[in-house]
C-alpha cells in the first residue's frame, strides 16, 4: 500500500511541479556555471547506496561533506541556493527516487556513505532496513539542528511506529515546516 501511495504521488506531484521544475532548472543555470542537478551517492534500504538528485545549490568546487560539516557552508552557496534549501524546491529530483523504488516519501533521510557514525548508528537499531525518504520523523523534529544521535533515536521511533496515519501525519507536519522555513540551517 505505501508503494502504490508514493507512486501515486509522485506522478501527481510529477505533473504539478512540472513548470516549475523547469523554471528552477533555468534559475540554476542562469545564476550559476556547472551542472543543474547534482547528483549525490546516498545510502538506501539495507546500507545499499544509490544515486540521488538534487537541484545543486552549491558552488562546483564545494567540498563533498555534509552541509553542517563545512567551515561556513554560506560560502559555498549559490545566488539562488539558500531560497532553494529553505523552501525544500531543491528535492524535487527526488521524485525520480521514489517513482524508481530507492526512495519514499516518508522514510530516514538518506545519508552520505561518508556519515559513518549515523549509518552504523543507524544499522544498529535496525533504522537500515527502512526506505529512505524525502521527509520523516527527524526532519519535522529538528532536520538540520539536531545531532545524529536524535535523528538515529526519532528514526527508529518511526520504524516502530510506522503507519500510513503516522507518514500523513509527517507529511502534513513536512509541509507545515517549509511554509514556515523552519530547521533549516543553510
Known sequence: MKRLFDLLLALILCLILAIPAIFI?????FTSSGPIIYWSTRIGKNNVTFPMPKFRTMLTHTPVVATHLLTNPDQF????GSFLRKSSLDEIPQLWCILNGDMSFVGPRPSLPSQTDLNTARTEVSVHTLVPGLTGWAQVNGRDEIPNEQKVAFDAEYLQKQS???DLKIMCLTAWKVVKRDGVAH
Open 25 to 29: 532548472a533555468f534559475l540554476v543555470r
Open 77 to 80: 552557496l549559490t545566488p539562488i
Open 164 to 166: 500510513f496515519f503516522f
